[in-house]
């Protein structure tokens, strides 16, 4: 799929160049696209070395708290959760243990750690699955909740934000946290309303009203705040919570007797490895946006989509980073390619690149999540899951324009 959409955006661009050239005399169209490719694959260099140093830095602190077992702990403490909303998964089954140690490594943002523990834990569910090719009632929930992308610290966001040279790279903090929790939320509901599961038992609401509570002590207090106010409040909130969790590590590790610099300085190397691989697929989709930028392409169907919405009545502001949001459940690559281009042409402190910011913090990669979680134990027939997945980030995106208002607007 990804390779077809990569194909489009060069074809598009092409047939709209010829247009401009015959139909509209502009020969100069040809220019801008050849001077588009060169400058997003200068732009995707410039990226990566900034993400070296950030990426490094953070893979070391997060190699010293999965070695001081906070994953485990954290695993232990959804566990009970899980063992309710899984009522064909038996007590005590690997599996569990599996699930709790993804999501936790997920709301830690470690992102390489998350992946394979997932994999694993889908091959426990497998175990139990009666149809080896149709997917579970139990995976089928560990996949919504996966695609739905709920992370406590996204720290790339705050990473591009910073390479980009925002005032307050953690700004957009609270926004994200709020519309990933929305996205999260209608995840769960979605499957429980077609796996008819039983969320008033003690258990889950001990959960959900503990979670509710604290959105909505969050939601009072923000609430009489003018946006300025908002958007201070939420750079606080970030740099507070990422430096604090950062001491909690480091703390906890030498409290657990952790070896904390050699530690950092394991999870580093893997950090600069794992950085370096990211510029072919960022030099892919950032000189394939910048062709549809410059050709004119993305230009016409926002206008498209924003003659649509002026007719309306509505507010416009929101269509430019629309990009974003569409592609991300594709492609997390592209995604994140558009969310750049977006603030290298609007300012990364504009209102579309704070809201494609926390586009692409708060949805997920859901068609990706599929084809890795579900081909690795190869499931063809996945029911309800997309439809659960896809409803998800709908209201992610919902609620992240939403939030964007309140607190950007």
């Given at each position: 799929?990804?390779?077809?959409?990569?194909?489009?955006?060069?074809?598009?661009?092409?047939?709209?160049?010829?247009?401009?050239?015959?139909?509209?005399?502009?020969?100069?169209?040809?220019?801008?696209?050849?001077?588009?490719?060169?400058?997003?694959?200068?732009?995707?260099?410039?990226?990566?070395?900034?993400?070296?140093?950030?990426?490094?830095?953070?893979?070391?602190?997060?190699?010293?708290?999965?070695?001081?077992?906070?994953?485990?702990?954290?695993?232990?403490?959804?566990?009970?959760?899980?063992?309710?909303?899984?009522?064909?998964?038996?007590?005590?089954?690997?599996?569990?243990?599996?699930?709790?140690?993804?999501?936790?490594?997920?709301?830690?943002?470690?992102?390489?750690a998350a992946t394979p523990i997932g994999i694993k834990a889908m091959h426990s569910l497998?175990?139990?699955?009666?149809?080896?090719?149709?997917?579970?009632?139990?995976?089928?929930?560990?996949?919504?909740?996966?695609?739905?992308?709920?992370?406590?610290?996204?720290?790339?966001?705050?990473?591009?934000?910073?390479?980009?040279?925002?005032?307050?790279?953690?700004?957009?903090?609270?926004?994200?946290?709020?519309?990933?929790?929305?996205?999260?939320?209608?995840?769960?509901?979605?499957?429980?309303?077609?796996?008819?599961?039983?969320?008033?038992h003690p258990v889950v609401l001990a959960y959900l009203l503990g979670g509710?509570?604290?959105?909505?002590?969050?939601?009072?207090?923000?609430?009489?705040?003018?946006?300025?106010?908002?958007?201070?409040?939420?750079?606080?909130?970030?740099?507070?919570?990422?430096?604090?969790?950062?001491?909690?590590?480091?703390?906890?590790?030498?409290?657990?007797?952790?070896?904390?610099?050699?530690?950092?300085?394991?999870?580093?190397?893997?950090?600069?490895?794992?950085?370096?691989?990211?510029?072919?697929?960022?030099?892919?989709?950032?000189?394939?946006?910048?062709?549809?930028?410059?050709?004119?392409?993305?230009?016409?169907?926002?206008?498209?989509?924003?003659?649509?919405?002026?007719?309306?009545?509505?507010?416009?502001?929101?269509?430019?980073?629309?990009?974003?949001?569409?592609?991300?459940?594709?492609?997390?690559?592209?995604?994140?390619?558009?969310?750049?281009?977006?603030?290298?042409?609007?300012?990364?402190?504009?209102?579309?690149?704070?809201?494609?910011?926390?586009?692409?913090?708060?949805?997920?990669?859901?068609?990706?999540?599929?084809?890795?979680?579900?081909?690795?134990?190869?499931?063809?027939?996945?029911?309800?899951?997309?439809?659960?997945?896809?409803?998800?980030?709908?209201?992610?995106?919902?609620?992240?324009?939403?939030?964007?208002?309140?607190?950007?607007?």
């Amino acid at each position: 799929m990804l390779n077809g959409i990569w194909l489009s955006f060069f074809l598009a661009a092409f047939a709209a160049a010829l247009w401009q050239w015959l139909g509209m005399g502009d020969a100069e169209v040809f220019g801008r696209l050849v001077a588009s490719l060169f400058d997003m694959a200068r732009l995707s260099v410039e990226i990566i070395l900034v993400l070296v140093g950030t990426m490094t830095l953070w893979l070391g602190f997060l190699a010293i708290a999965e070695k001081a077992g906070l994953i485990r702990v954290l695993a232990r403490v959804l566990d009970p959760l899980f063992r309710r909303l899984m009522p064909e998964v038996p007590s005590g089954h690997p599996a569990l243990g599996h699930i709790s140690m993804n999501f936790a490594a997920n709301i830690l943002g470690l992102d390489n750690a998350a992946t394979p523990i997932g994999i694993k834990a889908m091959h426990s569910l497998q175990s139990l699955n009666p149809s080896p090719n149709t997917a579970s009632n139990a995976q089928i929930l560990f996949l919504v909740l996966n695609s739905s992308s709920l992370t406590l610290l996204p720290v790339t966001i705050f990473m591009y934000r910073a390479q980009q040279g925002a005032a307050e790279p953690t700004a957009v903090f609270l926004p994200i946290l709020l519309a990933t929790t929305a996205s999260s939320l209608v995840g769960l509901l979605s499957v429980a309303l077609m796996q008819r599961l039983k969320l008033w038992h003690p258990v889950v609401l001990a959960y959900l009203l503990g979670g509710g509570l604290a959105l909505g002590l969050l939601l009072t207090t923000l609430a009489g705040m003018s946006a300025q106010a908002l958007a201070a409040t939420s750079s606080l909130v970030g740099n507070l919570t990422l430096f604090g969790i950062v001491i909690a590590f480091l703390a906890i590790g030498a409290l657990r007797r952790v070896n904390v610099y050699d530690t950092f300085i394991e999870g580093a190397k893997e950090g600069f490895s794992f950085t370096i691989s990211l510029l072919p697929y960022l030099v892919a989709m950032l000189v394939a946006v910048g062709a549809l930028r410059a050709s004119g392409v993305l230009d016409g169907a926002l206008d498209g989509v924003r003659w649509m919405v002026e007719g309306l009545g509505w507010d416009t502001r929101f269509i430019d980073a629309l990009p974003t949001a569409f592609i991300k459940p594709l492609s997390g690559s592209g995604a994140r390619a558009l969310m750049i281009e977006t603030m290298d042409n609007f300012g990364v402190d504009s209102f579309p690149a704070l809201l494609a910011a926390t586009f692409q913090g708060s949805t997920e990669t859901t068609f990706y999540v599929i084809a890795v979680y579900f081909g690795a134990v190869g499931i063809t027939r996945i029911r309800h899951g997309l439809g659960c997945a896809l409803l998800a980030d709908f209201a992610g995106m919902l609620t992240a324009i939403a939030v964007c208002y309140w607190f950007f607007g």
